[in-house]
């Protein structure tokens, strides 16, 4: 269904809510360049790798252990140590996520 729209009158487009001009792509990346917005900092990059590698390696890792080596044959009780490991990471991501959030605060307190 189409829409309408509404044209402005000459008198009504000199209201104070001027919309910002559309630039160019080639303008929009130079002011991009200029302004690249809010940057991450290292520790929380670093934070979030150590947290990925962990959830990659460490069910697998377990997984692997625990069928071949703890209870070989078992695939089923490695399974679940492998889904306890899992849940164990997210709850330490959770955890440090919360610190961190509480650190910000305490900062701004003072």
């Given at each position: 269904?189409?829409?309408?729209?509404?044209?402005?009158?000459?008198?009504?487009?000199?209201?104070?809510?001027?919309?910002?001009?559309v630039?160019?792509?080639?303008?929009q990346?130079?002011?991009?360049?200029?302004?690249?917005?809010?940057?991450?900092?290292?520790?929380?990059?670093?934070?979030?790798?150590?947290f990925?590698?962990?959830?990659l390696?460490?069910?697998?890792?377990?997984?692997?252990?625990?069928?071949?080596?703890?209870?070989?044959?078992?695939?089923?009780?490695?399974?679940?140590?492998?889904?306890?490991?899992?849940?164990?990471?997210?709850?330490?991501?959770?955890?440090v996520a919360?610190k961190?959030?509480?650190g910000?605060?305490?900062?701004?307190?003072?």
């Open positions: 269904m189409a829409t309408r729209r509404n044209v402005k009158s000459s008198s009504e487009e000199k209201s104070d809510n001027v919309p910002a001009p630039l160019p792509k080639a303008m990346a130079e002011r991009m360049k200029n302004n690249p917005g809010p940057s991450i900092p290292r520790s929380v990059l670093l934070k979030l790798f150590g990925t590698v962990a959830m390696f460490g069910p697998i890792g377990c997984y692997y252990l625990a069928t071949n080596y703890i209870f070989p044959g078992s695939t089923v009780l490695g399974a679940s140590i492998a889904a306890v490991v899992a849940n164990v990471v997210l709850v330490l991501f959770i955890l919360m961190e959030d509480d910000e605060e305490t900062k701004k307190d003072k």
